[in-house]
């Protein structure tokens, strides 16, 4: 009776796909983030995930597939870290908000808003997908913040917070605004907490 030898790869197919999916996607949003988007090809990316071109273009068939789903993706994983934060103070929620947008998931989604600001092609996927990932996030931040949207002001004020986040993220973009940036968070982080806490009726 023939001896069946086994495998040497143990991991299941399926799994390594979902691996090689997540490298792709992870290395096309360092290449955004560092390249923009005209030094950001199929290829390059490829090669920094360590799989062939031909491997890329099986699961993402287009490179806007590629590059709309690499910045969802990250999206995706920082909301869940978000959402997963212990219960903490308001100015530790305001400045894990500011973080999301001065990182390098930040850099991927502007290159690839400014892109679609000139290929029609990539236009209507990225506003969807930016109006999606923003209506998440606006929603967490109620959710970490305890705030109460009935009142008047409170959504203003968090989507205010989040306005300024992304402003934050713009400065840093060419300079490394840390420092700058902490104070500010600071006095907004003061603000948002008075805003949510002040009584019915009552002025700042």
Known sequence: MGVVTPSTDR???QDRSRATRRRLLEAAVACLAEH???GSTVSVVAERAGVSRGAAQHHFPTREDLFTAAVEYVAEERSAALRALPVQGRAAVVAALVDLYTGPLFRAALQLW??????????????ELEARVGRETHRIAVELLTADETRP???ETVQGLLDMARGLGLAN???DDTARRQRVVAQWAAL??????RPWGTCG
Not at 114 to 127: C, D, F, I, T, W
Not at 192 to 197: E, G, P, S, T
């Open 11 to 13: 991991t299941p197919k």
């Open 36 to 38: 923009g988007w005209a």
């Open 114 to 127: 400014v892109a679609a600001s000139n290929e029609a092609s990539l236009h209507p996927r990225v506003s």
């Open 153 to 155: 002001g409170v959504r």
């Open 173 to 175: 973009v060419l300079t």
């Open 192 to 197: 948002v907490d008075d805003a949510l806490d």
